[in-house]
């Protein structure tokens, strides 16, 4: 059956000053065939206003979806249980695609059979303007089962996160890690567990030529690392618990350690400022005692090893410190 249309999904918290922009350039694409779904995230700006009166002069479908302040992550899944549309695909206010990013897909998904998952290109632009391309893992081949894309996330993204995907595995994929996040709680980067699961979950994934432009903002709400960082732990062990039966264990072991202790490295720099600072101890402690009582553990280097034991004293410090400070 012949795909006539997709859906954009964007997220939109505080974005007055990047929506004009953002939808300028759709009016560009080259084909219109798309119907775009705005989340309001409890914007406190003039985001929703502005976005109405612009989105006056366009031409293409258009909803608009209010919710409270919750994070990117749910917005897009009330996005996704909103849409009609058989694929959708993320965009973030602040960012920019090419103008054949639609034509492209839709004719991808037209001439090639059995696709779940597409991913372009990517330009990642930094502070200076200048762009860089995300590398890929194999740029011979433009097929990939899910399980390469998966590996090749994981511990270095070697592989697009932004794709265009079948609603039915997004809402998969988002049913499975909310089994270990039943509260739904903002982890900052929920979208990057979703992005993997939607990998796991994908039997052929397509690359395309048209390109993401993930565009440099200081400001962004979704690219900034900001003091609740700390709660990026909850999300390393949640990966890993959910695909520690997958033969990449050694890349899943790699992330967590390194995503405790570049946490570890960043409350122990900042420790004055940082407000959370519980938050950030409690979740060190978290993530030191899962790798301490999993099996984690009889797979450690030596050099991992010894972080181990830097992290156990760090903490004990830090109980010490955290107690005394005022």
Partial sequence: MKINCIAIITPLYNEEKNIRNFINHLKLQTNHNFHLYFINDGSTDSTLSLLKQILLTSSFKFTIINQKNQGAAIARL???????????????????????????????????????????????????GSYNPLPCFDCSINVYTGFECLKNSIAGWKISGLMCTKKNIFLKSYNQYHQFNPEQKNYLNNDEIITRLNFLNSNNVYRISSIYYYQYNQNSTTKNINMNSCFLINNAIILHKLLCHLSITDKLDKELISTIWGNKKVFQKNFNTIKNKKDWLNSITIGYKFIKNSSIINRLNFKNKIRLFRLFLFIIFSTIRLKTFK
């Fill in 78 to 128: 009330n996005g996704i249980n909103q849409i009609n549309e058989e694929y959708c695909l993320m965009v973030d206010a602040d960012d920019l695609i090419s103008n054949d990013m639609i034509d492209t897909i839709l004719s991808t998904l037209n001439n090639f059979k059995n696709i779940d998952t597409i991913v372009p290109e990517v330009m990642i632009q930094n502070k200076d």
